[in-house]
């Protein structure tokens, strides 16, 4: 089939549907979609709360629990190790599907009722105040990760130990205030780098060691500022910036982030990739439009597969031996023909518009069930009436459509309506990523929900803490110190002062929050551009950078190509790969 254009229902902008696309479609037997790759990507954002912790009741015992769903969601919540057991029956919420109202007015209802567990956790050891992550241990405030010890203020992170504030990272140890990095050990205030030791301040380095507000950087040891230096002077100069000292490290911090800009940005991040566009892509093959994913292969639109997948469209994490999956959002563990579902996991098989399903197979709008199959709403069939029913219900989801607040058409092939998330826009990953006003929020039919104000006493004002850390005494553990930027509550852990003394660094100033916020800054969104490299024959564009070598197209400007997370309004200097290569020093 050749390609064809379509016009979202949602934003009202055109987009493309490839040839390659329609394939999948089929193979998926699944229509078109009606949203553009960007309305459905957001849309499935909105289920998402990835870092926020909320006090509620539990519905068994009446007791207050720390969950991922807010109190003020219609959803109600297990304490999550009485969810997992054999205690309760989701079988008891089946229902007969009812031919008369459409199809997800049925499913929210259905979902609405059926109970959800407090936290998605599993196999953790002291891991009390964390979500959406496994088999870790000895972690506070950690959010999306796998296999983790003894760190703290974790974000989509795997198989990290003694690390703090960190987003973004594979494989490392004694890492602080980094995002985007794999590989890595006593790596600081750092972006894009990789297997690098003992690096501060740098952005796009690979396999480098005792580097300090270092750019595109490969193999190199003893570099500060991208110069050459002694072992002996290179160690006697980071004497001299005072990192323990919080005005210095500042200092530091703005110096760099200024030499950042600098240096040509390639117009992708990634590696070991064969075929691919996007954004955050390693280890990766046939690959189009995603973002943050590794070791995957044949898939395009999906976002956050830190542990793979393949054959697969529109899937917002995790991965893990998970192929075939459509419009799904945070389904893995051997995931495989899962359409329009989310949180199922492990196991899942042949599902369609399912919520907290696991070990099972052959379902469709179901919630919480595990290990059975051939069930729609919750309730048994034989093999064959499971099928034969299934396909009345898709012929009448299309007969009879659901109709949303902003006047979207949903028929079978969509997935969930914004409104049936238990979350505001504000509580979940689409805010992190697509930031929004109240007011803007609403005017797009979303939830909003102000944050339950809750004011605990500072004892101290975070501007009036010593400025070095040697002069920080163990007090400060009983101390609530009040964040500089949004004035709110926040404490000291013994893990995360201990760390700080150990490598020399001042106390933060900001809140966990504001740390994070600070952090993704750094962080592109999954967006994409068409531009042209910024080469211009001997320097960039603008003119600030200056190239270190011949590249191929000699004087002239560079004719190349590409689609890029990069705005042509931002102030980075981009460049091709052929361009950034010879620019690598």
């Known amino acids: 089939m050749d390609s064809a254009n379509q016009i979202c229902q949602n934003c009202k902008t055109e987009f493309r549907i490839d040839p390659e696309d329609f394939a999948f479609y089929e193979k998926m037997k699944v229509p078109p979609p009606t949203f553009c790759p960007q309305c459905r990507m957001i849309r499935r954002f909105l289920f998402r709360n990835e870092h926020l912790l909320f006090r509620r009741k539990d519905e068994i015992s009446g007791k207050d629990i720390f969950s991922g769903v807010p109190p003020q969601a219609l959803s109600k919540v297990y304490e999550k190790t009485y969810w997992w057991s054999d205690a309760w029956d989701p079988m008891d919420y089946g229902r007969d ?16 009722a059926v109970p959800r ?17 496994g088999n870790s241990k000895n972690c506070y405030l950690c959010f999306n990760l796998d296999y983790a010890e003894d760190s703290a203020y974790l974000n989509n992170a795997y198989y990290n130990n003694n ?28 972006y894009a780098c990789q297997e690098c030791r003992n690096v501060w301040f740098s952005r796009d380095c690979t396999s480098c060691s005792d580097c300090f507000g270092c750019a595109n950087l490969r193999g ?12 002996d002077a290179y160690f006697e100069e980071l004497k001299k910036f005072n990192l323990g000292s919080h005005a210095g490290l500042e200092a530091m911090r703005q110096k760099t982030l200024n030499l950042w800009k600098a240096f040509p940005y390639k117009f992708l991040f990634g590696y070991r990739n064969t075929a691919v566009t996007g954004e955050w892509i390693a280890y990766s093959k046939n690959v189009r439009d995603c973002f943050n994913v590794m070791n995957t292969e044949n898939i395009r639109y999906c976002q956050d597969l830190p542990q793979g997948g393949k054959d697969s469209y529109d899937y917002t994490l995790w991965g893990d031996h998970a192929e075939q999956i459509y419009e799904g959002l945070v389904v893995g563990y051997g995931a495989r023909q899962v359409k ?30 595990r290990k059975k199959s051939y069930c729609i709403l919750n309730k048994q069939y034989s093999k064959e009436d499971y099928f034969a029913l299934r396909e009345k219900i898709i012929r009448h989801m299309d007969e009879m459509p659901y109709t949303d607040n902003q006047g979207n058409t949903y028929r079978y092939g969509e997935f969930f309506p914004p409104a049936f998330s238990p979350f505001a826009y504000n509580e979940t990953i689409a ?34 803490l010593p400025d070095h850390i040697s002069d920080v005494q163990d007090s400060i553990l009983k101390e609530v110190i009040k964040c500089t930027t949004c004035g709110k509550a926040y404490r000291i852990i013994q893990a995360e002062f201990d760390f700080l003394k150990r490598m020399s660094l001042p ?18 969104v999954p967006r994409f551009y068409h531009r042209t490299c910024q080469c211009a024959g001997e320097r960039s564009e603008n003119g600030v950078y200056a190239n270190s070598d011949k590249h191929f197209h000699g004087a002239d400007s560079c004719p190349n190509e590409f689609e890029t997370s990069y705005s042509s309004d931002r102030p980075e200097i981009i460049y091709c790969e052929q361009c950034y290569q010879n620019e690598i020093i």
């Open 117 to 133: 567990p407090s936290l998605n956790v599993m196999s953790n050891v002291n891991c009390e105040y964390a979500n959406n992550m």
């Open 220 to 231: 190199k040891q003893y570099y500060i500022f991208n110069q050459p230096y002694t072992k």
């Open 431 to 464: 805010q992190d990523y697509f930031p929004l006003t109240k007011e803007a929020a609403e005017a797009k039919g979303y939830v909003w929900r102000d944050p339950e104000a809750r004011e605990f006493q500072t004892t101290v004002d975070a501007k009036d």
């Open 163 to 190: 690390c703090f504030d960190i987003t973004t990272s594979l494989k490392g140890e004694l890492n602080y205030d980094s995002i985007l990095i794999d590989g890595c050990f006593q790596t600081f205030f750092s």
């Open 97 to 112: 599907y009812d031919f008369s109202r459409p199809f997800f007015e049925q499913l929210r209802e259905l979902t609405d």
């Open 507 to 524: 106390i933060p100033r900001l809140c966990v929050n504001c740390r994070f916020l600070e952090r993704i800054k750094h962080r592109n």
């Open 340 to 369: 329009f579902s989310f949180e199922c996991w492990p196991g899942p098989q042949d599902m369609e518009y399912c919520v907290y399903c696991s070990s099972a197979s052959n379902l469709f709008a179901c919630s919480g069930i």
